[in-house]
């Protein structure tokens, strides 16, 4: 089995780690403070033991991953003898340049190096590395453990073989990895989620709704199509001609800003900042706060439980 160095074990780094160790991958999990570290091993151990507790694995394989991670602050011996370097550090360009290059004079020419950057150009963040061919973008979602896709995005000089090694083990280690086929900023899941994100907050913005109807049409309407029928489906569904119709008239009155919304800038600067802080397009007590969580973790466990029952039916 390949060995995984992971780097940053904040939020994303910890649940990548958790993918690899569920799946058999001896993991090295790197940051720049052990508190984090430790932190994010009992992160790992509380997603397993809740995922235990709705019927995904079982509590008696929870040491055994835990033993697969081994935690340092020391990053070149993290990524010692890694076939893998999955970097999660928080989302600046000039500390992924950096780090990016710091991995490419220490790790051999055979390690693949991947990014998990959420929207930035796979291609400027190998800029200062001599090694390109081998640095790709692989873009999981939060929580990376319950949500499948991954994009796999090549910059301008990653070699096929990169993009190709990568997929297969994102996939190998149950992951739905996607191929990108070009380095542009958010890629395809973000500029598809930002499109609608853009809209919702200019709907609420321009008084057409409160941002809770803006919520309802999604939840109890067309997002309950989604996880079945993705948009391009659904245009072949209705038809070319029915969505050229529809486009000819709606296209110029949705919103098509290349900056963010005045009404957005202006909560955080209010320091409005949503669940953060109690208040943002809408009130939150702690109580809700607490009970959205519960509510996306329970849903997304539910989807992959279905999913595991369903593919072990088929086998
Ligand atoms: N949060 C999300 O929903 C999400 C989803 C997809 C992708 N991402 C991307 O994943 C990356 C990580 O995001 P996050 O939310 O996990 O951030 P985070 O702030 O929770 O964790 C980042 C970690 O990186 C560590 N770190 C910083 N510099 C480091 C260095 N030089 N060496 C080792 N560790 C270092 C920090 O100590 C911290 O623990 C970002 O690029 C982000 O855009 C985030």
Not at 137 to 151: C, D, K, M, R, S
Not at 277 to 302: I, K, P
Request: aromatic content about 4%; hydrophobic content about 45%; proline content about 4%.
């Amino acid at each position: 089995m390949e060995k995984i160095a992971v780097i940053g074990a904040g939020l994303m780094g910890h649940g990548i780690a958790q993918i690899f160790a569920g799946s058999g991958h001896a993991v090295t999990l790197v940051d720049l403070d052990q508190t984090v570290l430790d932190h994010a091993l009992d992160g790992i151990r509380q997603n397993l033991s809740l995922m235990a507790d709705n019927g995904i694995g079982s509590r008696d394989d929870i040491d055994v991953i835990l033993d697969r991670i081994a935690t340092t602050t020391r990053m070149a011996e993290g990524v010692a003898g890694a076939d893998f370097v999955m970097e999660a550090v928080v989302e600046k360009l000039e500390l992924k340049q950096t780090l990016f290059s710091k991995l490419d004079a220490v790790c051999p020419s055979s390690t693949i190096l991947a990014s998990n950057t959420s929207v930035m150009s796979i291609t400027e963040i190998a800029a200062k590395s001599k090694g390109q061919d081998r640095i790709v973008g692989t873009h999981f979602w939060n929580p990376p453990y319950l949500i499948p896709l991954v994009e796999v995005v090549p910059g301008d000089n990653t070699d096929l073989e990169t993009v190709e090694t990568t997929w297969q083990l994102l996939n190998r280690v149950g992951k739905h990895p996607v191929k990108v086929k070009r380095d542009v900023p958010g890629f395809v899941a973000n500029r598809l989620q930002h499109a609608l994100w853009r809209e919702a907050i200019s709907i609420v913005e321009n008084g057409i709704a409160d941002a809770a109807t803006v919520d309802e049409c999604v939840k109890f309407g067309f997002g309950l199509r989604l996880p079945v029928l993705g948009p391009m489906e659904n245009a072949d569904l209705v038809g070319t001609d029915l969505t050229l119709a529809i486009h000819d008239y709606i296209l110029r009155h949705i919103e098509s800003a290349p900056a963010p919304s005045p009404l957005l800038k202006q909560l955080v600067a209010a320091g409005d900042l949503g669940f953060k802080s109690g208040r943002g397009f809408q009130a939150w007590s702690e109580d809700q706060v607490a009970a959205s969580h519960r509510n996306l973790q329970t849903h997304l466990m539910t989807i992959v439980k279905q999913t595991t029952a369903s593919e072990k039916e088929q086998a």
